[in-house]
């Protein structure tokens, strides 16, 4: 009778198997893999991924034992499944990833080496379990001069019906995986963790679309979830959520390359730490529109909302026709329920360039510390477009602003946010310039003495602040410079609020405000 439980409990765990991975099983070790971890066992590898393929599908099984490899090929309906205590471990012999499977030209010119996995014009894929894949990509390995010795562990490249699950991916060389061009992904529970080397982005998709990463754990000595579009092909229908997110630069990023559309996506319940925040970038040509971001909490951040539109206008391996020809738009944008501490530096900001700005951006419901320390000097610091930069939160120094620096922006409507920090910060919270169709209502500002302007506007139109309090008196509650200000209303105002309400710069006469107080 024992025997019998067991064997119903053998079929009972052999059905869920097939029926979650995809067809029947292949044990690696059937197919002569040791597990020792000293021998390659690549080939056997191959070979039951082969053997599935050849046979219609079915999911290629590694129990426990750690199995060093090279590059090997996932092709049309087959899975890779690690049980609990199973290890992929990646060759750590320079150059011993042959090139020929995904190659990767950067967008510096810079060549990465291939992969640990690889995958090219395949459907229904995955890579299950609760096993390891260690790359091994240590720099005694892998110098990061060396550049085609540096491996990623996953690249798949126009791939549909991909699914990664639960797998610990750690010890990149380069950008631990990279999806390029795939549609119908799924990455869903899987923790990464790679400060092995240098590049180390824990998670790039490029030109993908219908793209799922859900309750992930992801730490990188990089960008930890970046989107891509090094071609025209857009990045699109994305959701991001509930996902903790930490490591030395962006927790996500967009557009860092953006030859191509990114349009429709959503990203929300994420926990950030010790990065710089979300960035929104397009320089290259490309649009950004429809991007709704919701429900996150940061903590020792060095920034929290990036958004950049510049004319770096990169060429990548596009063709002459191919290539944008001008700066790309940028707009539909909303951000709601965010809380911030300990951000250690003033970077946030939202900057396009003359005669393209930054269009229909909605703020709402946030609340930031900052670290503060500024100095009153520093507001008046005149502020590079550096229109063909490379992009980043530090791109301009220090800022005129310790909470938000505005430039070159159309209709930005910003909504019960307060702004506070830790140490006293006598910068201005607020710097706007150039933005037509300002709304400020309902803001919190930490505020005190002998500081500059709570709110500083430069050649703005159309501008409505209203019930916009500081929580201290200060010395000039608004400042408008500029010659082309016009039609600026400040209502719910105290007096109390400021020494001095308004302070008009050269070329305002004070006719473009109408200041309507309140007791």
């Known amino acids: 009778m024992k025997n019998f439980y067991l064997q119903v409990i053998f079929i009972a765990f052999w059905i869920t198997g097939s029926l979650a991975f995809g067809g029947p099983g292949y044990n690696v070790k059937e197919f002569g893999a040791g597990g020792g971890g000293i021998v390659y066992d690549t080939a056997a590898v191959q070979a039951a991924i082969d053997s599935a393929y050849n046979r219609g599908g079915g999911t290629v099984c590694f129990p426990a034992g750690t199995y060093l490899i090279k590059t090997i090929v996932l ?8 049980d609990h205590g199973a290890v992929l471990l990646g060759s750590a012999e320079l150059n011993q990833f042959d090139p020929q499977f995904g190659s990767f030209i950067d967008s510096g010119g810079r060549r990465f080496g291939t992969c640990l996995i690889f995958a090219r014009e395949a459907q229904n894929i995955s890579i299950t379990g609760h096993g390891v894949i260690d790359g ?43 999806y390029i061009d795939c549609d119908d992904l799924l990455i869903r529970g899987i923790t990464v963790n790679s400060y ?33 579009t090094l071609s025209r092909r857009p990045c699109k229908d994305v959701v991001i959520s509930d996902c903790i997110v930490s490591g030395l630069k962006s927790a996500i990023k967009i557009g860092t390359e953006s030859a191509g559309d990114f349009e429709n996506i959503a990203i929300s319940n994420c926990v950030f730490y010790g990065t710089r925040g979300i960035s929104l970038l397009s320089v290259d040509g490309g649009t950004i529109r429809n991007i709704t971001i919701s429900n996150i909490s940061m903590r020792d951040s060095y920034a929290v909302i990036v958004m950049r539109l510049g004319s770096r206008m990169r060429p990548y391996a596009l063709s002459e026709e191919e290539r944008p020809q001008a700066p790309g738009a940028f707009r539909q944008i909303m951000i709601h329920n965010i809380q911030a501490t300990s951000v250690t530096e003033s970077n946030d900001f939202i900057s396009g360039i003359p005669n393209a700005p930054i269009e229909d951006v909605i703020l709402s419901n946030i609340r930031i510390t900052y670290k503060g320390g500024g100095k009153k000097s520093d507001s008046e610091r005149e502020i590079e477009e550096l229109t063909d930069e490379y992009p980043k939160a530090k791109m301009f120094g220090v800022l005129p602003s310790y909470g938000f620096y ?52 430069n050649a703005c139109r159309n501008v409505r602040i209203c019930d916009c309090r500081p929580t201290a008196p200060v010395d000039v509650y608004l400042e408008v410079r500029g010659g082309m200000s016009q039609d600026i209303e400040v209502a719910g105002y105290a007096p109390r609020w400021a020494k001095k309400s308004l302070a008009l710069g050269k070329g305002v006469s004070g006719k473009e405000i109408v200041l309507r107080k309140t007791d």
């Open 136 to 178: 091994q990509g240590y720099e005694k390995y892998y110098p990061k001069e060396k550049g085609l010795a540096r491996p990623s562990i996953i690249r798949f490249i126009c791939c549909r019906n991909v699914r990664i699950e639960d797998v610990r991916l750690i010890n990149s060389a380069a950008w631990v995986q990279h």
């Open 406 to 457: 505005i430039r070159h922006a159309k209709n930005i409507r910003i909504s019960d946010v307060e702004l506070s920090y830790d140490e006293p910060d006598l910068r201005s919270a607020v710097v706007c310039e150039d933005v037509a169709d300002l709304q400020m209502m309902g803001m919190r500002i930490q505020s005190g003495e002998n500081s500059a302007p709570l709110i500083r506007l």
């Open 75 to 82: 092709k049309n309906d087959v899975g890779l499944h690690l």
């Open 196 to 228: 092995a080397n240098k590049n180390n982005d824990g998670l790039d998709i490029e030109g993908c679309q219908r793209v799922v990463i859900t309750q992930c754990n992801i730490s990188s000595e990089d960008d930890a979830v970046v989107l891509k």
